[in-house]
């Protein structure tokens, strides 16, 4: 397979695949108003994935030894990276629509907590649709105490939500250092943020961005504890775990990831440690949060809508239209359709090699994406994973490592191209849901 996978079939398999994603846009008419984007994007794609693919040779080989030091020193790699995400997400978060519902209600709800705190937000929960039917607080409060402080504008939630995707790309290179080495983790923290779903996710005052930090910190606190067996790590853990319940209830898709980390590496001793403070803060946040939602009159709605939620695919013709639409394309596209030939890289090595630290990834992605796409497989609800996949995609250069630092290159460039698209993106068409 790393003989087929040269680094210029590589190069122009994502170029391919990125020009197909923009026909499809164009012909189904899913593009609506951003129709008029598409063939300067088209022209960028083509022109941008012919010259990465053929750069001269004197060029290449200036890139490669600028990229092979930068990797090398990974504290100016971060630095980089963050410099570039901070500028670049700042104007995004300026200049990106209002995500209808999720957003909209979300930095209505923080406005209530920066006016009237969090007793003002509870008083009226009933009446904030997004939240009484589905979701527990922590996001909206957490927005709201920085508008208080800093000012009531959706800028302001938007830059805190920045703030969350940045600490967890940090914490992918952490995770991938950890479970592999360093320069997996550097790698790995720059792909996170070609999936044009985390830069647009990360720049909305939604409650994703929150979930996919603590959802990583909890499995990275667990490694710590693992390695140096500190029970302020394991403190640590139960009370990450507990916030990303209040967060969002799909943090409980940690629980068994938790537990398999600690199979491979812990004691028995541990085992049970682990399952007692994980219990113990899921009995902390979860009563206390249901006490209220039941004393607030929204604790039946909630309950009502995830049971709804739970068997949407197997009970039901739409949600087996959405698990179809997002497997196909919401999924692919959140990800980067270029960047499918190195998961697919990726995938294959760590299922071939199922060394340990792949297990404990393959065992992340599973956790998440096995019961979502038997419940509600809505591809924002992915991206607690999304940093294994970064972690994933870094591995695939094992196979192909002369070709990482212009996959590196046209991920980027692709990413922008998406994300340009994506700005103020209102798709007008579905492919597969009526």
Same mark, same amino acid.
């Given at each position: 397979?790393?003989?087929?996978?040269?680094?210029?079939?590589?190069?122009?398999?994502?170029?391919?695949?990125?020009?197909?994603?923009?026909?499809?846009?164009?012909?189904?008419?899913?593009?609506?108003?951003?129709?008029?984007? *598409?063939?300067?994007?088209?022209?960028?794609?083509?022109?941008?994935?012919?010259?990465?693919?053929?750069?001269?040779? +004197?060029?290449?080989?200036?890139?490669? +030894?600028?990229?092979?030091?930068?990797?090398?020193?990974?504290?100016?790699?971060?630095?980089?990276?963050?410099?570039?995400?901070?500028?670049?997400?700042?104007?995004?978060?300026?200049?990106? +629509?209002?995500?209808?519902?999720?957003?909209?209600?979300?930095?209505?709800?923080?406005?209530?907590?920066?006016?009237?705190?969090?007793?003002? *937000?509870?008083?009226?929960?009933?009446?904030? !649709?997004?939240?009484?039917?589905?979701?527990?607080?922590?996001?909206?409060?957490?927005?709201?105490?920085?508008?208080?402080?800093?000012?009531?504008?959706?800028?302001?939630?938007?830059?805190?939500?920045? *703030?969350?995707?940045?600490?967890?790309?940090?914490?992918?290179?952490?995770?991938?250092?950890?479970?592999?080495?360093?320069?997996?983790?550097?790698?790995?923290?720059?792909?996170?943020?070609?999936?044009?779903?985390?830069?647009?996710?990360?720049?909305?005052?939604?409650?994703?961005?929150?979930?996919?930090?603590?959802?990583?910190?909890?499995?990275?606190?667990?490694?710590?504890?693992?390695?140096?067996?500190?029970?302020?790590?394991?403190?640590?853990?139960?009370?990450?775990?507990?916030?990303?319940?209040?967060?969002?209830?799909?943090?409980?898709?940690?629980?068994?990831?938790?537990?398999?980390?600690?199979?491979?590496? !812990?004691?028995?001793?541990?085992? !049970?440690?682990?399952?007692?403070?994980?219990?113990?803060?899921?009995?902390?946040?979860?009563?206390?949060?249901?006490?209220?939602?039941?004393?607030?009159?929204?604790?039946?709605?909630?309950?009502?809508?995830?049971?709804?939620?739970?068997?949407?695919?197997?009970?039901?013709?739409?949600?087996?239209?959405?698990?179809?639409?997002?497997?196909?394309?919401?999924?692919?596209?959140?990800?980067?359709?270029?960047?499918?030939?190195?998961?697919?890289?990726?995938?294959?090595?760590?299922?071939?090699? +199922?060394?340990?630290?792949?297990?404990?990834?393959?065992?992340?992605?599973?956790?998440?994406?096995?019961?979502?796409?038997?419940?509600?497989?809505?591809?924002?609800?992915?991206?607690?994973?999304?940093?294994?996949?970064?972690?994933?995609?870094?591995?695939?250069?094992?196979?192909?490592?002369?070709?990482?630092?212009?996959?590196?290159?046209?991920?980027?460039?692709?990413?922008?191209?998406?994300?340009?698209?994506?700005?103020?993106?209102?798709?007008?068409?579905?492919?597969?849901?009526?």
């Amino acid at each position: 397979m790393s003989q087929a996978a040269t680094p210029r079939r590589l190069l122009l398999v994502m170029m391919a695949l990125q020009l197909v994603w923009l026909a499809i846009i164009w012909l189904t008419g899913a593009g609506g108003t951003a129709v008029y984007k *598409l063939p300067p994007l088209v022209l960028y794609t083509l022109a941008t994935g012919l010259l990465v693919a053929f750069m001269p040779t +004197r060029l290449s080989g200036w890139w490669q +030894r600028s990229v092979d030091q930068l990797i090398q020193h990974e504290k100016a790699a971060l630095l980089l990276l963050g410099g570039v995400l901070v500028a670049a997400g700042t104007v995004y978060a300026s200049q990106q +629509r209002l995500w209808p519902f999720d957003e909209e209600a979300s930095y209505e709800a923080a406005v209530t907590v920066a006016r009237h705190g969090i007793p003002g *937000l509870l008083a009226n929960y009933r009446n904030w !649709g997004w939240l009484a039917t589905q979701h527990p607080p922590l996001a909206p409060i957490i927005y709201g105490q920085f508008l208080r402080f800093f000012g009531e504008t959706l800028l302001v939630a938007r830059l805190v939500s920045l *703030l969350f995707s940045l600490a967890t790309g940090l914490l992918t290179y952490l995770m991938g250092t950890a479970l592999y080495d360093k320069k997996t983790g550097v790698v790995a923290a720059w792909f996170l943020f070609t999936f044009p779903l985390v830069t647009r996710l990360g720049t909305t005052a939604m409650v994703e961005p929150m979930l996919a930090f603590f959802f990583t910190l909890t499995l990275y606190l667990t490694l710590l504890w693992l390695r140096r067996g500190s029970w302020p790590y394991l403190l640590g853990v139960g009370l990450a775990c507990g916030l990303g319940l209040i967060t969002k209830y799909t943090m409980v898709f940690v629980g068994p990831i938790v537990l398999g980390f600690i199979l491979w590496k !812990g004691t028995r001793r541990q085992i !049970g440690q682990s399952v007692a403070v994980l219990a113990l803060a899921a009995v902390l946040f979860g009563v206390v949060w249901v006490l209220t939602a039941s004393r607030i009159n929204v604790l039946q709605k909630q309950w009502q809508t995830l049971g709804h939620y739970a068997g949407l695919v197997l009970t039901n013709s739409y949600g087996r239209a959405l698990l179809f639409e997002t497997i196909t394309n919401r999924l692919p596209s959140a990800l980067g359709v270029y960047n499918t030939p190195l998961i697919m890289l990726g995938s294959w090595l760590l299922l071939w090699r +199922r060394r340990q630290a792949d297990w404990l990834i393959l065992l992340w992605l599973t956790a998440v994406w096995l019961p979502l796409f038997l419940t509600l497989p809505d591809h924002r609800y992915f991206m607690s994973s999304f940093p294994a996949v970064a972690i994933l995609v870094a591995a695939s250069f094992q196979v192909v490592p002369e070709a990482l630092d212009r996959a590196l290159l046209l991920a980027l460039l692709y990413s922008a191209g998406a994300l340009y698209l994506f700005v103020d993106w209102s798709r007008a068409a579905q492919l597969f849901i009526n």
